[in-house]
């Protein structure tokens, strides 16, 4: 089954500007935000604000200049840019002190840890000694963080009692599901009958797999704010579905990096976001629907 929206031709058709500028911000602020929703839109924001950054890394590979993928990559930066900028809209109109959108995203990349720097080493020589299985990685990875992202705002305007707060969420999974259709269905014509770039993918997602944002926040932090919004045992549910989801690809099956993660970093929680069922954890036992 291929997603709804798969060519180039169908993005450029319903690439846009998340819309915030008619939401009702008198009645945001009647209602207000919670800590956790301030935690889980600081992350969010922080997180969409580094967008430019990945492209900026990919985008100066030789093997990523293919005009196609250079045009999605343009629209999916300039929507993600206005993720965080309507996040932050929101939080402003609350009364929640935060940097502008584009303050955020230059104090985090100065905060970038090691890591992330390491990434992007390790980024640029597997694209130079292996191009085609580097973009199907890419691809790979987009899909694995696109699926999350959707799950998460979703989740998050299932949760709010704040009807403007819910509307910018759904609002805003549904573009990352158009992002989500694109990075599945072109890591599906990548991986189809490329048996090393499949195997590659699946090991390295299995060893380094956390969601993201890893190179600039912490990893206590990704797993606070992804135990946050999915506490106790949906942590695993929504890391089952993922891997189910992802699991269609070719040569995916059995995939099971997200519920490795999600049990790596069950010590770094605060007990009452934990996972407390003993079958949790294993891959597949909780995937939800
Ligand atoms: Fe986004
Ligand atoms: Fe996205």
């Known amino acids: 089954m291929r997603e709804a929206v798969s060519d180039i031709a169908s993005h450029i058709a319903v690439s846009h500007k998340i819309q915030f500028e008619d939401l009702d911000w008198e009645l945001a602020r009647k209602h207000g935000l919670t800590e956790t929703e301030i935690q889980s839109l600081h992350y969010f924001a922080d997180i969409e604000s580094q967008t430019v950054h990945y492209f900026l890394e990919v985008a100066k590979l030789k093997v990523a200049r293919d005009p ?5 990559l343009t629209m999916w930066n300039y929507e993600e840019y206005f ?16 940097m502008t959108a584009t303050e955020r995203a230059t104090e985090i990349r100065q905060n970038a840890r090691f890591k992330a720097k390491f990434e992007d080493f390790a980024q640029s020589a597997i694209a130079v000694a292996m191009p085609k299985t580097f973009i199907a990685l890419w691809m790979f990875w987009g899909a694995l963080q696109e699926c999350l992202t959707t799950q998460a705002y979703e989740e998050l305007a299932r949760q709010t009692t704040n ?8 609002r805003i999974a549904k573009q990352e599901r158009r992002h989500f259709a694109y990075y599945f269905n072109q890591a599906r014509d990548r991986l189809s009958g490329q048996k090393f770039a499949q195997q590659f993918c699946k090991a390295i997602a299995r060893a ?45 099956e059995g995939l099971d990096c997200c ?5 790596k970093v069950q010590p770094m929680l605060p007990n009452e976001t934990r996972a407390k069922s003993k079958s949790a954890g294993q891959p597949g036992s909780t995937a939800a629907a």
């Open 208 to 252: 380094f797999y956390a969601p993201v944002g890893g190179g600039v926040k912490t990893d206590e932090q990704a797993a606070r704010c992804v135990a946050g919004l999915f506490p106790g045992d949906k942590i695993f549910e929504v890391m089952g579905y993922i891997e189910k989801r992802l699991a269609q690809l070719p040569g995916m």
């Open 163 to 170: 009807p403007v707060l819910a509307e910018l969420c759904k």
């Open 68 to 72: 196609e993928l250079l045009t999605f």
């Open 259 to 263: 519920t490795i993660w999600a049990n």
């Open 83 to 98: 993720h965080s900028y309507a996040l932050t809209r929101l939080m402003e109109e609350c009364g929640v002190r935060v």
